[in-house]
């Protein structure tokens, strides 16, 4: 794609729903299988992306209001390109996800669906996510908007493979507008 393709970051909408799941799907595949930590592609395609739970979650998040989560998609010619979703939490912002597919990398639409993230979150709270801790293009893009590493996730919050295996996590956190370090 052209640097100067046209890229529209919009709310999600219900038409959206499947699409963020097919961009999450692709983008897992090129990202988190890795030798080291034994995830393979057939560990990612265990997940069901598709799941009705899965849709129907997004789907009601989408559809309301006052949900205290949001998603943004990144467009391209009419097709879902990208994706993020935030949700503010009592004490704490977190980051739920942030894809783009690989074709889209590297062209600034990430930073640009950080700055929706950020209009949209308690900006005196603290702002968290997990990243895979070998995925460095993620860690450095978010260390790029004043994420610091954190600790390691003991166990992946979210859960695992159908093998047992599970990707290895750390969080990282950015500080509140007058918060110190944690």
């Not at 992306?49 to 006052?66: A, G, V, W, Y």
């Not at 062209?107 to 990243?131: A, H, N, W, Y």
């Amino acid at each position: 794609m052209a640097k100067n393709a046209t890229v529209v970051i919009t709310e999600a909408t219900l038409d959206d729903v499947e699409a963020i799941s097919e961009v999450q799907k692709e983008t897992w595949l090129a990202t988190y299988p890795n030798e080291q930590a034994r995830i393979t592609r057939d560990d990612i395609l265990s997940e069901d992306f598709f799941s009705k739970e899965r849709l129907e979650s997004r789907r009601k998040t989408i559809s309301d209001p006052k949900s205290n989560s949001k998603f943004w998609v990144a467009k391209h010619e009419g097709k879902v390109i990208g994706y993020c979703c935030i949700q503010k939490l009592p004490d704490y912002n977190k980051i739920r996800s942030i894809y783009i597919l690989p074709a889209f990398q590297g062209q600034g639409i990430g930073d640009r669906l950080m700055q929706k993230m950020f209009e949209f979150i308690d900006p005196t709270k603290p702002t968290k996510l997990s990243v895979a801790i070998y995925n460095t293009k993620a860690i450095s893009f978010y260390e790029k908007h004043g994420f610091v590493k954190g600790i390691r996730h003991q166990k992946n919050p979210e859960g695992h493979f159908v093998s047992g295996r599970e990707i290895p996590e750390m969080e990282m956190v950015k500080n509140g507008v007058g918060q110190n370090s944690l």
